[in-house]
């Protein structure tokens, strides 16, 4: 893996920086990967809209003492590799629910070999060679596991219980944050130009072990900007009487100028990278409350305007944050649950929305039609998901897409990642994007002799926009 490198795109009326790998694209090996029945796959892959591989992320040999395994949540997070479809990033931690304390951290976990697993368990899987992933991270950590992974695919950030670290994937090198007075860790999030990470924490210097934003300048770890979430926004709030029930998130936006924030209570707002002020509210927690944390993202054709996000009334809104307005909204169907994560696609024509029976509703992301549903329940016995307790399903944690849009990982809480091989996409302008990418490293598309939009369209940078057309509301049945 080579070094990621800052490519600039120019607009109309800015300069949009944004880090690409050094590599050309690395496309899925379908081609290697064997079936449960031991049979190779084809390389135009299984029937569109089908899982075709699924792994598990628990290390061989885990030994639980003292619970029903029925009863173990495996909060397992994955994502693919920036440009490298052969590769994914997943996290992996134990937990069990005791009940008014909720989610509580499983820490006898131990192999036949007395070695202790921690929570936040980080693996690097190489699917030309599946048998062999690397191991990231083996520190133990009291934050949920999540991946973090820069946009070059040189770094990845996770926690220790005391520290956040930025690791280098090829060199094995490793950064510890300075001056960072956090007693615990919610979320950390690269920025789209690898210059910056975001992290939630708990600071032991405010009062009352306050959640504070703190922003880092990723080559060296150093504290930018530090701040109490509630100074900017008074109406943050968390679970009541426990706190291992919070769970927050923070992402940027493509142009890595904004810092959204969501929590477990439903709350959805956005700063500017250099907490300087509150940009807008977009869920309140009052009226409308996101399903959860996970269920929000930006839309990567934008440098920051527009983002979907899923409300508790299994609605879809996709707003225009510069404007405050309203762009569509669209209701899930009814014979699915309540959504758990929400993910656009690389091109940001689509996105997906988890849901808890494990089915996958994927929308148009300009219209907000339903494209087409994918069940998890439904596939091969090999692949389906099953209920684990009380007649229930895993939840699914994240959704991953590939750079072609093709294969879709999700990632669920039975410990276990299934790739789903979707519809192909009948375009020219993205079958000609990934012939280029193919051939030529992603960092050196600026250098070619073509207009600007094309450069922009072939490394999915985000693009500015003259207008913003609002759509007809949808409500789905």
Not at 48 to 77: K, R
Not at 458 to 463: A, F, G, L, Q, Y
């Amino acid at each position: 893996m080579k070094m990621g490198a800052n490519i600039t795109v120019t607009s109309n009326t800015k300069k949009l920086k944004q880090t690409v790998p050094q590599s050309k694209w690395i496309s899925f090996p379908k081609h290697k990967i064997l079936s449960k029945t031991g049979c190779a796959l084809s390389l135009e892959g299984q029937d569109q809209g089908h899982v075709f591989y699924q792994f598990n992320v628990i290390p061989p040999g885990v030994v639980t003492t003292g619970l029903d395994p029925a009863q173990i949540i495996w909060w397992t997070d994955c994502t693919f590799m920036p440009f490298d479809d052969s590769q994914i990033v997943t996290s992996l931690g134990g937990y069990f629910y005791r009940g008014s304390q909720g989610l509580t951290q499983l820490r006898k976990m131990r192999l036949q070999n007395y070695f202790r697993i921690p929570q936040g368990f980080m693996t690097l899987w190489r699917f030309n060679d599946p048998h062999f992933p690397d191991v990231i991270n083996t520190k133990p950590s009291r934050a949920l596991p999540h991946c973090s992974v820069s946009p070059g695919g040189t770094q990845v950030s996770f926690f220790t219980d005391t520290d956040i670290i930025s690791s280098n994937i090829q060199q094995g090198s490793v950064i510890k944050a300075k001056e960072m007075f956090c007693s615990t860790f919610f979320f950390s999030a690269f920025s789209a130009d690898s210059n910056f990470v975001a992290v939630l924490g708990r600071s032991r210097l405010h009062l009352n072990f306050a959640v504070v934003l703190v922003i880092l300048r990723a080559s060296d770890m150093l504290v930018m900007y530090q701040k109490s979430v509630r100074e900017l926004f008074n109406q943050f709030k968390l679970q009541k009487n426990s706190t291992n029930q919070d769970r927050l998130e923070c992402k940027f936006s493509p142009d890595s100028q904004f810092v959204a924030v969501s929590t477990t209570g439903g709350q959805l707002f956005i700063v500017k990278r250099d907490l300087s002020n509150l940009e807008c509210v977009l869920v309140d927690g009052k009226n409308d409350k996101l399903t959860n944390e996970r269920c929000y993202d930006f839309d990567p054709q934008y440098p920051h305007e527009v983002l979907a996000v899923c409300v508790n009334s299994d609605e879809v809104y996709v707003k225009n944050i510069d404007s405050g307005s309203q762009i569509f909204c669209s209701k899930l169907p009814e014979n699915v649950t309540k959504a758990t994560c929400l993910k656009y696609n690389m091109e940001g024509d689509a996105f997906a929305v988890g849901c808890q029976d494990g089915v996958i509703v994927m929308m148009s992301s300009s219209s907000g039609n339903i494209l087409y549903l994918l069940d998890s329940k439904t596939q091969a016995t090999a692949f389906a998901m099953t209920p684990c307790k009380l007649s229930m399903y895993p939840e699914i944690i994240r959704i991953s897409f590939s750079h072609s849009d093709d294969v879709l990982a999700i990632s669920s809480t039975e410990g276990a990642v299934r790739l789903w091989q979707l519809p192909p996409k009948i375009n020219l302008v993205h079958m000609c994007r990934l012939v280029i990418l193919k051939h030529i490293p992603a960092s050196t598309i600026n250098c070619l002799p073509l207009p600007t939009r094309i450069k922009d369209l072939i490394v999915c940078c985000p693009r500015e926009r003259t207008a913003i057309t609002p759509v007809k509301s949808r409500h789905k049945e």
